[in-house]
């Protein structure tokens, strides 16, 4: 997920099974002899709009998150060099049934771990680490938000000091972006927590310790914060000595401070600001194909949106095309599956079209009528819903205005609310927007693994805490597709039900997709070696990236 931890541009960049960079506009690259004397060498700074409420992978919510996270902490395995498949990190290898280290049944997954592994403050690591943190997140006291494919476990066993057993309910597919993957949950280290069973508040968080390319240095809550190469980490030296991460929340500023050079990198660039990045002497922008896409989803408890003729008539009233040109600047492309065309498993939908004359009529025919003030009631009932989005995005409010204004025509009327990310995205126990169903309408973005398991999202038991399906839809046909694809090692298998899946999404209209994104980022000419992908936009070859 990015809004959540939650592509491809109209200049036809979408490339899928790998990783495609297009240069949007450089403006005098040079050598490294040649270097700005603006750029600090070998220190890194980049920032985004996103404030960093947690550095815990366990706790943490937002993709920025995330992208530090994947610097400096833990992980079984990590996305490849395309982002589309999964690579060991701490693993000696990727468990397989070709390898032996998945069972036949495919209910038992072996892990076998490195040697000589220390964590960034010194101490070694090994299986005890793995365990004890399997088992604080299956821990309900614990403040793990999201344990879906974690609840399969049912026994883990510890041979060794390098070896560590799961034993599942039943074969999971996806084990291997679910188990401590690079872009998701990480291995904790039990010398510093154990005997902590409230995550949230541990003092460990607000400097985890772990076992990265860097390590934590400082972190300055609201402004900034700090990683330093970490001498201890076993593949060795970064040819960076720092990451300076600042938070900086408007993006106008955050232009300003880019055209100033006060920083080098800044991933996930609104396409509106494109024009004005174009003008900066000394910056490059790209666009890289990415599994992200924008979309509103509906809380189907709400009985009104829970008829399919209301959902299918917003999305008839959606001018796609025209939030895409005006506000994306043609970057982003429209599509209709929830699996977007960077992906291997994503399917061709029949593009549904902005058609007022054709929502009227649905409305019309569900009892829906107008009032003398053009909003549409059926009895008392007025045709009204209350639409949450991110605040700070000029971008999203932009959409906003373009969806108020032609669902108007349909008689639909909006009670508008903005809320921080960390607001919006946190657990229902703790307030939550999104996971605690206080909305009618949500705009926000998710972003899959290379392994596509949207079940988290979409399945019938994944209903917030138990997964991340804020929309409460629960369709059968889909669910039972997930339900395979999860437990299908043949590739092709899996794609067939995936399929399946976009399909229902697709007809049932739960969600609409806004969007497929490009992963847009700006960046000083004086950074080399640096390639994002799909998944992994900083982790990926962070070993070479110098400045």
């Not at 639409?387 to 008689?411: A, C, H, K, M, P």
């Not at 919006?424 to 999104?434: M, T, V």
Request: glycine share 6%; net charge neutral.
């Amino acid at each position: 997920m990015i809004a959540p931890r939650a592509s491809a541009l109209a200049f036809s960049l979408a490339i899928i099974g790998v990783t495609a960079c297009s240069s949007i506009e450089a403006h005098h690259p040079v050598a490294a002899a040649q270097r700005h004397s603006y750029t600090h060498p070998h220190e890194l700074r980049f920032a985004s709009g996103t404030d960093i409420q947690a550095l815990n992978p366990l706790v943490s919510a937002t993709i920025y998150e995330d992208y530090l996270t994947q610097l400096c902490m833990a992980y079984l395995t990590k996305a490849d060099a395309t982002g589309n498949a999964t690579v060991a990190e701490l693993a000696t290898q990727v468990p397989s049934q070709r390898n032996g280290g998945v069972s036949p049944d495919g209910k038992t997954i072996t892990w076998h771990l490195r040697r000589g592994v220390k964590w960034s403050d010194g101490a070694s690591f090994d299986a005890d680490d793995v365990v004890f943190t399997t088992k604080l997140i299956l821990d309900p006291a614990s403040a793990v938000a999201d344990t879906d494919g974690w609840n399969l476990i049912e026994k883990i066993d510890e041979p060794d000091k390098y070896t560590v057993v799961y034993h599942l309910r039943s074969p999971d597919s996806s084990f291997a972006s679910t188990f401590f993957f690079g872009a998701g949950v990480s291995i904790l280290p039990e010398h510093l927590l154990k005997g902590v069973r409230d995550l949230k508040t541990a003092p460990y968080n607000a400097l985890p310790v772990g076992i990265g390319p860097f390590r934590f240095r400082s972190w300055k809550r609201g402004e900034s914060v700090v990683m330093e190469r970490n001498p201890y980490y076993f593949r060795g030296r970064t040819k960076l000595d720092r990451i300076v991460f600042t938070i900086v929340p408007d993006a106008n500023t955050m232009l300003s401070q880019l055209r100033a050079h006060a920083i080098d990198l800044w991933i996930g660039v609104p396409p509106h600001l494109l024009p004005q990045i174009r003008t900066i002497d000394g910056i490059v922008a790209i666009a890289t194909p990415s599994n992200t896409f924008d979309h509103l989803d509906f809380n189907v408890t709400n009985p009104i949106l829970a008829d399919l003729r209301v959902r299918r008539a917003l999305r008839l009233a959606l001018n796609r095309p025209e939030i895409v040109r005006k506000v994306q600047h043609g970057v982003y492309r429209v599509d209709e599956s929830i699996v977007t065309p960077a992906s291997p498993f994503h399917v061709h939908l029949p593009r549904v079209p902005f058609d007022l004359a054709k929502a009227n009529a649905l409305l019309d025919a569900a009892g829906w009528k107008r009032g003398a003030d053009g909003i549409r009631a059926r009895g008392r009932e007025r045709l009204s819903f209350t639409f949450v989005l991110q605040s700070g995005r000029t971008d999203y409010d932009s959409e906003l205005e373009l969806i108020r204004n032609s669902w108007r025509q349909i008689g639909v009327d909006l009670t508008v609310k903005h809320y921080q990310a960390s607001q919006l995205f946190a657990p229902a126990r703790d307030g939550g927007i999104i996971f605690g169903g206080k909305f009618d309408v949500a705009r926000f973005a998710w972003t899959f693994s290379p392994d596509e398991d949207v079940a988290s999202s979409y399945a019938c038991d994944s209903f917030p805490p138990a997964g991340v399906n804020d929309l409460q839809w629960c369709d059968r046909e889909a669910t039972a597709a997930m339900e395979r694809a999860r437990t299908e090692f043949d590739r092709k298998s899996r794609a067939r039900d995936l399929a399946i899946v976009q399909r229902r999404v697709y007809d049932q209209v739960p969600t609409v997709v806004l969007d497929a994104r490009e992963q847009l980022a700006a960046y000083n000419a004086d950074l080399k070696n640096w390639h994002p992908n799909p998944n992994s936009p900083i982790f990926g070859d962070i070993m070479n990236v110098d400045i």
